[in-house]
């Protein structure tokens, strides 16, 4: 149980960096007191919020291996620009996050396949 609770919280980091890394390079100094611009922070919680109250609950598998895609139109686009900019630069930044992203994408489409 702790596990899959481990893995909610370990997907939630590896969003917030992913926004960071975004928001860092496309809009930075826009808001020099925030880690991140108001756009971007919108965007976090928006994802925060999905993970928590995803329907699969601790079974979630990860957002980009989902048969339920549960993002709003605009917030859908937002979070795919983020993961196209962040995602090959997660494994020199934060290669544990990634490697930990793929394995669980792996489970994810394993399970949905059964």
Same mark, same amino acid.
């Given at each position: 149980?702790?596990?899959?609770? %481990?893995? !909610?919280?370990?997907?939630? =980091?590896? $969003?917030?960096?992913?926004?960071?890394?975004? &928001?860092?390079?496309?809009?930075?100094?826009?808001?020099?007191?925030?880690?991140?611009?108001?756009?971007?922070?919108?965007?976090?919680? %928006?994802? !925060?919020?999905?993970?928590? =109250?995803? $329907?699969?609950?601790?079974?979630?598998?990860? &957002?980009?291996?989902?048969?339920?895609?549960?993002?709003?139109?605009?917030?859908?686009?937002?979070?795919?620009?983020?993961?196209?900019?962040?995602?090959?630069?997660?494994?020199?930044?934060?290669?544990?996050?990634?490697?930990?992203?793929?394995?669980?994408?792996?489970?994810?489409?394993?399970?949905?396949?059964?």
């Amino acid at each position: 149980m702790e596990n899959k609770h %481990y893995f !909610l919280l370990r997907e939630q =980091k590896t $969003v917030q960096v992913m926004i960071d890394m975004y &928001c860092g390079h496309h809009h930075k100094g826009k808001e020099q007191s925030q880690k991140r611009c108001n756009d971007c922070q919108k965007l976090y919680e %928006y994802a !925060l919020n999905k993970i928590e =109250k995803c $329907v699969f609950g601790l079974d979630k598998p990860v &957002c980009s291996s989902c048969t339920r895609h549960c993002y709003q139109t605009d917030q859908r686009e937002q979070i795919r620009k983020v993961m196209r900019y962040a995602g090959p630069r997660m494994l020199y930044r934060h290669p544990i996050l990634a490697g930990y992203y793929f394995i669980n994408k792996h489970k994810s489409r394993r399970n949905r396949a059964k």
